[in-house]
């Protein structure tokens, strides 16, 4: 296995803990909701063994000390951008599932100088992308989540790395927040510069035709490639079989799918 750092770094007022695996070409990862890192599973060590992976730790989240301010997508974009700064690096590809998803694509759109290539996994572009039983369960959750999550494999794990295990409400106050708030990114997706890579499951919390919407977006699946390839974009579309949004991330299919696409193939 490669040989791992664990990182605390302040920006923008907030300290985020990062985890810095294998060497290559600059990778930031991004969990998703109630994670850490470690959420990817083994897809961290596939991805490390050609790339150097920065696996961050979101606002309050994981190793990252409960942040006393309001959760946002956008202000978590600045979080990352920031970081990618503060280490000296001029432009990095970003991959990120579910809300790490959102805020690396609205690192993307805030930041794009600091982003080469993009991979979203299980990521829509606006909230009622979601199928609408995903949408209704975020709108029910509340403070009293936090009592609730103690039983699940969530807790459990943020109980074995958080620095205050006790801020363990914090974090569920802050994200069920975010997630309610409504959301449409659409007229800001067809502006992005940098080559985008869309990851979902056939049967994810994101249905397939929300990610072939966010593809036309992107100005993909508008014609046949021809012979020669010249009709294709630089944006690519994966839709990988048998995989929900509570297993994809630790779908070693996952890593095979992005890797051709992070080596620019």
Known sequence: MPAKTNNLARVTGIELSYQIVGEGKPLVLLH??????????????????????????????????????????ETMADDIAALIRSLDLERVAIMGFSLGGAVGLRTAIQHPD????????????????????????????????????????????????????DDWPVLVRQ????????????????????????????ADGVPPSH????????????????????????????????LTHYDINVAPALSAAVIPFLEGT
Request: glycine share 12%.
């Open 32 to 73: 998703g909701g109630f994670g850490s890192v470690e959420m990817f599973g083994p897809n961290v060590e596939l991805l490390a063994a050609n790339n150097q992976v920065i696996g961050v730790d979101l606002q309050s989240h994981g190793r990252s000390p409960a942040a006393d301010r309001p959760m946002r997508f």
């Open 114 to 165: 600091v982003v080469e290539r993009l991979v979203l996994v299980s990521t829509p572009f606006r909230r009622s992308g979601w199928h609408p039983e995903m949408t209704a369960g975020m709108d029910a959750m509340g403070p009293e989540t936090a009592g609730f999550l103690m039983q699940s494999p969530m807790y459990a794990a943020y109980r074995q790395i958080a620095p205050q295990v």
């Open 175 to 202: 994200l069920v927040e975010a997630l309610k708030i409504d959301y449409d990114w659409s007229a800001e997706i067809p502006r992005l510069p940098m080559p985008v890579m869309l990851v979902a499951g056939d």
């Open 211 to 242: 990610m072939v919407e966010f593809f036309g977006l992107l100005g993909g699946g508008k014609r046949d490639a021809n012979w020669d390839r010249s009709g294709m974009t630089h944006h690519r579309l994966a839709i990988l079989p048998g």
